[in-house]
């Protein structure tokens, strides 16, 4: 699994961790998530959903592609380093995906 897989994956798991505690945090909730059956699934499903997310974001919406272009052309402008450059056009393009 790639790196990027395992982060999204623990992400996800943490996430939902933190869902249940929140779920059955008074004996009143306890009692009634209790009856659900929900369980924590094993790093292997998250880390299936997480490769489904990452596959699902392999093409950008329009407001990715501009902001990206954007932090391109600051970056331009700036004389920023190529490695630089790339990691703020993606970090723009993911901002944009999270609005």
């Known amino acids: 699994m790639?790196?990027?897989i395992e982060r999204v994956a623990n992400a996800l798991a943490q996430d939902f961790a933190?869902?249940?505690?929140?779920?059955?945090?008074?004996?009143?909730?306890q009692m009634v998530f209790g009856e659900t059956g929900v369980t924590?699934?094993?790093?292997?499903v998250w880390r299936r959903y997480?490769?489904?997310?990452?596959?699902?974001?392999?093409?950008?919406?329009?407001?990715m592609?501009?902001?990206g272009g954007v932090a391109?052309?600051?970056a331009d402008m700036a004389l920023t380093p190529v490695?630089?450059?790339t990691i703020a056009v993606y970090q723009a393009m993911?901002?944009?995906a999270l609005k």
């Open 94 to 96: 993911i901002e944009e």
């Open 40 to 44: 924590m699934p094993d790093m292997e």
């Open 65 to 67: 592609i501009g902001a």
């Open 50 to 63: 997480a490769r489904a997310a990452v596959e699902a974001m392999r093409e950008p919406v329009g407001g």
């Open 18 to 29: 933190a869902r249940i505690a929140e779920m059955a945090s008074t004996p009143e909730r």
């Open 2 to 4: 790639s790196e990027m």
């Open 83 to 85: 490695r630089s450059a």
């Open 72 to 74: 391109q052309f600051k």
